[in-house]
């Protein structure tokens, strides 16, 4: 039991001498740069000048830094002004916030215009610069960890005014590789914490670094501020388990949401499809319609049609009859035809005697009449009236012919 005691002890006593504080819980960091040298160490990192050029700082406390209660649970900022006038609002935001882009842009524009009173002229404006310090990813489509945004000339491309600027360093995009003791690098890997053997070795080869690094060794000593920063550590662990909470509880509305609206959408597409029934239904009712007004007009056109083949066909039976008779009549005027056509024979066949006989006669009353004109010419031939020229050409004789009748 003793033995157990003292492990107890020997295990806590360790664990005090282990602890240090985390630099980025926000009231960490504040009591960090309010050493002189910490805030110009880190600042000329900020602004690319040695930290001689940074000359001395003043923390501000002004209507800035009043923000209200319900903010001031996620946020603690350095309202720092340097020797040339520049000033510097920074902040170590441990809890995610939602449009942190456009809340650093008001509170740059407000640290801008509260520079000048009733009066002054606007030389008097000097740089401005927002800085924020996020223990989580904001930007959360790229890897890079420390950016700048200003203004710039949209046709030119150039830097339209250099006094308004904000930097925004993203803790959790540290690269794991990186080594070297400056840089703003560095400060990142300070700010996120680490064991105390980590933090001493990362500071080594700065000396701003380093004083930082006293600094919070102290701090994780000293009971007082120890309890200060146990309480907002507390309060921050709250606050992310609220935010955590309300992040479920809005994802859970979030899911809900979204299934209504699915539900929704379902409905609508139920309707939309129910009304494309009834459409169709009608469209298809309409065609029916239709159909069976074509179907009356088709019967009745095949009873007309009907009623025409009847016609038809007694006009054709009719036809036929009369073809049947025409037929008849024709075979019957055929026979008389071929009667007539007899009976034609034998006329013709008369007529043919009768016409060779007078042939016969003809031909015979010509032989009888030319040797009668050959006798006469003859004689005539003899008389001495016609010579034999006159003579066998009256014949139709050559001379010689017509000289052998006389022998």
């Known amino acids: 039991m003793q033995q157990n005691n003292m492990t107890n002890q020997t295990t806590a006593a360790t664990s005090e001498e282990d602890f240090i504080m985390k630099p980025y819980i926000d009231w960490c960091f504040k009591e960090l740069m309010r050493n002189p040298n910490t805030r110009r160490g880190f600042i000329a990192e900020l602004l690319k000048l040695s930290p001689d050029q940074i000359g001395n700082t003043t923390i501000l406390e002004n209507e800035l830094s009043k923000r209200s209660e319900e903010e001031k649970k996620g946020v603690l900022d350095v309202h720092v002004l340097l020797e040339n006038g520049t000033q510097l609002d920074i902040e170590m935001q441990v809890v995610y916030m939602h449009y942190w882009d456009d809340r650093s842009l008001f509170y740059l524009c407000k640290m801008f215009s509260s520079q000048l009173h ?3 002229d606007y030389d008097q404006l000097q740089k401005c610069v927002h800085v924020g310090v996020l223990n989580f990813t904001y930007y959360k489509n790229d890897d890079i960890c420390y950016r700048k945004a200003r203004i710039y000339d949209e046709e030119t491309g150039s830097l339209y005014s250099d006094k308004l600027e904000i930097q925004v360093l ?6 794991k590789e990186y080594h070297h003791p400056d840089g703003i690098i560095a400060w990142m890997k300070f700010f996120r914490g680490g064991k105390k053997e980590d933090l001493k070795e990362m500071s080594k080869g700065n000396s701003y670094l380093e004083e930082a690094y006293e600094d919070l060794m102290e701090m994780s000593q000293d009971e007082e501020k120890r309890r200060a920063y146990e309480a907002r550590e507390r309060a921050i662990r709250d606050q992310l388990s609220l935010q955590r909470q309300a992040e479920r509880t809005f994802q859970q509305l979030t899911d809900a949401q979204e299934k209504l609206e699915e539900a ?13 029934a009834e459409q169709k239904a009608a469209v298809a009712e309409q065609k029916a319609a239709v159909a069976e007004q074509k179907a009356v007009e ?3 056109k095949a009873a007309v049609a009907e009623q025409k083949t009847a016609v038809a066909e ?3 039976a009719v036809a036929e ?3 049947v008779e025409a037929e008849q009549k024709t075979i019957e005027a055929e026979q008389k035809t071929i009667e007539a056509e007899q009976r034609s024979e ?3 066949g008369k007529l043919s005697e009768a016409q060779r006989l007078l042939e016969t006669v003809r031909a015979q009353k010509d032989a009888a009449h030319e040797q009668g004109r050959k006798d006469a010419v003859m004689e005539l031939y003899q008389e001495g009236v ?4 006159q003579a066998a050409s009256a014949c139709g004789m050559s001379p010689d012919d017509f000289q052998k009748q006389f022998v």
């Open 298 to 300: 088709a019967e009745q």
């Open 346 to 348: 034998k006329t013709q």
């Open 118 to 120: 009733k009066g002054e």
């Open 321 to 323: 009859r009369k073809t």
């Open 314 to 316: 007694q006009k054709t």
């Open 386 to 389: 016609l010579n034999l020229e």
């Open 264 to 276: 929704a959408r379902k409905i609508v597409e139920a309707e939309r499809k129910v009304v494309e």
């Open 170 to 175: 993203e803790l959790p995009k540290i690269p």
